[in-house]
Structure formats: structure tokens, C-alpha cells
């Protein structure tokens, strides 16, 4: 299994271009998000996905679209990006919801793409 | 909303014991988890604490004292390899805005 990945692993945007990050996973999950990292920071929740054809925002998702057509594939849009875009962005996956109670909600991270905005 | 605590950075020695500390503040506190992170890496599940005390897993130890706020991962043995940042996260939140919040990470230097 391949697990999560991502593409691309690197790419630098101009302000109010436009972009897809992909994200895949081969584990038949049902949950996947999209975090940010920034430095001093801890990951946050841009959006998240409970199952195919179902999305939610996550504690910052704006600027951000994303869309959930099949289990194993999870887009995330930047609609027009700006430098506090700027960031590391990891894709996650996970068997049970991690924001709710009955388990561990263990996630399996993707090796994230480091985006630049100039 | 939900706060979390955690030393920036911490060092110490090859074969040594650490403990990473995690202090947090949240609303219907349901869930406490440890990942590691190695530079320029993914982080990696270690551990997972929804009730009080002590889980082990191998070299690596994680407690949670609920009533305190508080837990700790306990580090055996210390191996080069565990030079890292070890991510705190704490689930959450009234029913409806449940949320996983993560500390900013504590980054462990581990000298010979």
C-alpha cells in the first residue's frame, strides 16, 4: 500500500494564481482533511471530508475549496493564492472520524507539499 | 475554544529517560494524542489517551491526568533517531464544534 500521497511535493505560486494540491489514499477510509503548518504554529483544519460527497470547513478554510468525489481522492483548490498561503499542507486519512468520540481516530499522514507564494 | 501547551525545545542525552509535557484547556475534553515528527517529514501516530493514566507502547510512554489538564509522553532509551517534534493534540469542544486542536510541538534534540 502506498498509504497517503500528495503532489505536487514542492511549487511556488504568484499572488491570484490559482492551484490544485492533490491528495490520495489507497487504506479505503472514510475520513480525510487538509491541514496547514506554519512555523510556531501548530496543524490546523482547513477542511475535512467524512465520506465520499460530503465536506466540512475546518477551523481556517478560507480561501480554500475542496470536494470529495471518491473515497480515495481529496483536491484541495486554492482559489486566488495570497503569501499568507505560504505554508507547509499535509492531507490526512484516517478509518474513524478523529473529531469524535469511540475511538482513536488515528491519522495517517500524507508527506505534505510545501507551497511558496510570491 | 481550546488551548494547548508544550515546550518549544528540549535536549537530552543517548540512553537517557525524557518526558515531553502537555498542558490544555478545552470544553468537553474527549481524546489526547502524541504524534512524531521527524524535520521535513509527516508526522507519525505514536500514542492515544482518553482516560486517566499510563499507556505503554514499547519505549515510548503516554499519561493523562483529565482532572489536571495535563499529560506527559515518557521517552526510554533514548535513541538518536528520536530527535524529532513530538506534536500534542487534544479532541474536544461542545457537541456540534467538536475539533482536534494541535500544541505547536516540542523539538527534541538527543546528543550522544
Known amino acids: 500500500n502506498a498509504g497517503v500521497t500528495q503532489t505536487p511535493k514542492f511549487q511556488v505560486l504568484k499572488t491570484g494564481q490559482s492551484m490544485t494540491l492533490q491528495c490520495a489514499q489507497d487504506m479505503n477510509h472514510e475520513y480525510m482533511s487538509w491541514y496547514r503548518q506554519d512555523p510556531g504554529m501548530g496543524l490546523r483544519l482547513i477542511h475535512y471530508s467524512v465520506g465520499a460527497g460530503i465536506t466540512d470547513q475546518g477551523e481556517v478554510p478560507n480561501g480554500y475549496n475542496v470536494s470529495r468525489s471518491t473515497t480515495e481522492d481529496f483536491p484541495l483548490r486554492l482559489l486566488s493564492a495570497a503569501p499568507s498561503q505560504t505554508s507547509v499542507y499535509f492531507c490526512?486519512?484516517?478509518?474513524?472520524?478523529?473529531?469524535?468520540?469511540?475511538?482513536?481516530?488515528?491519522?495517517?499522514f500524507g508527506p505534505g507539499t510545501r507551497l511558496t507564494v510570491t | 475554544g481550546q488551548n494547548i501547551d508544550q515546550p518549544t525545545e528540549m535536549t537530552a542525552t543517548e540512553g537517557a529517560i525524557v518526558q515531553i509535557n502537555c498542558t490544555y484547556q478545552?470544553?468537553?475534553?474527549?481524546?489526547l494524542f502524541w504524534y512524531q515528527q521527524h524535520a521535513g517529514e509527516a508526522p507519525t501516530f505514536l500514542s492515544y489517551n482518553v482516560l486517566d493514566g499510563l499507556e505503554e507502547k514499547g519505549r515510548f510512554s503516554s499519561f493523562l491526568s483529565r482532572s489536571k489538564g495535563y499529560s506527559y509522553l515518557l521517552l526510554k532509551e533514548l535513541q538518536m533517531k528520536d530527535s524529532a517534534s513530538y506534536l500534542c493534540?487534544?479532541?474536544?469542544?461542545?457537541?456540534?464544534?467538536?475539533?482536534?486542536?494541535f500544541g505547536s510541538g516540542t523539538r527534541l534534540q538527543v546528543q550522544p
Open positions: 478545552t470544553s468537553g475534553f474527549n481524546g
Open positions: 493534540a487534544v479532541r474536544g469542544g461542545d457537541t456540534g464544534r467538536r475539533a482536534l486542536t
Open positions: 490526512a486519512s484516517s478509518y474513524s472520524n478523529p473529531l469524535l468520540a469511540g475511538g482513536p481516530g488515528e491519522q495517517y
